[in-house]
């Protein structure tokens, strides 16, 4: 992983929730309805007027009502943006509904079980990846990395809200919010993906250093 810039923790809550806004988990029979990328665009636009607003205490309580432990782990990290290889970060344990033996290695690894089921067999999929990551792969994928508050949220690997617990293979870091929009972007031919980065906040880390 490379440390591009230090941000304000406030923005990866934004990030947090402006995702959050857009997406259908309040009503999982949205999963199953394609949405046009203008009617997406629609969405951002809205979902981040709506989050740059909020202060931070309604960032905090949307964040918490989600998982109090997440918010925790927010607090308590220096965040960066930063790039990081698909081989060297992984997606949370069996994340939207993906087989546990696909979550088990990197990002590509899964990117890779992903790609041949939706090719060969889309019914193994199960759960949310059955429907966002192809939504995402044909609507946009390609904005994903254009906007800031899309970018996926890492923390080092074994770190945070350890979303690869009990997982054997560590990795340098862990996808703690994105995971769909990760796996898309690998199956799209990314190599690199930008991303909010969090580390333990004793540790330092300087700009344009590897890590």
Sequence with gaps: MKILESVNGIEVKRAFVVADLISAKKDRRKHLTLVPEHVFRRKLKT????????????????IKNEWAKRLRAYDDYDWYIGTASVDEIGVWKKAGGLPLAWTKGSLAQTAAHVKSALEHDPKILKKRSRYSIPNILKTNVHILQ?????????????TGTRGRKGLKRKMKGDIDDGCM???????SGKKTIRAYIGFPRKVQKSKNKRV
């Design 47 to 62: 979902a981040k007027k709506k989050a740059l607003k909020m202060p931070i205490s309604t960032l905090n309580r949307i």
């Design 146 to 158: 254009k906007e800031k508050y899309l970018f996926p949220i890492i923390f080092k690997g074994g």
């Design 181 to 187: 929009r990760s796996v898309a972007l690998a199956i």
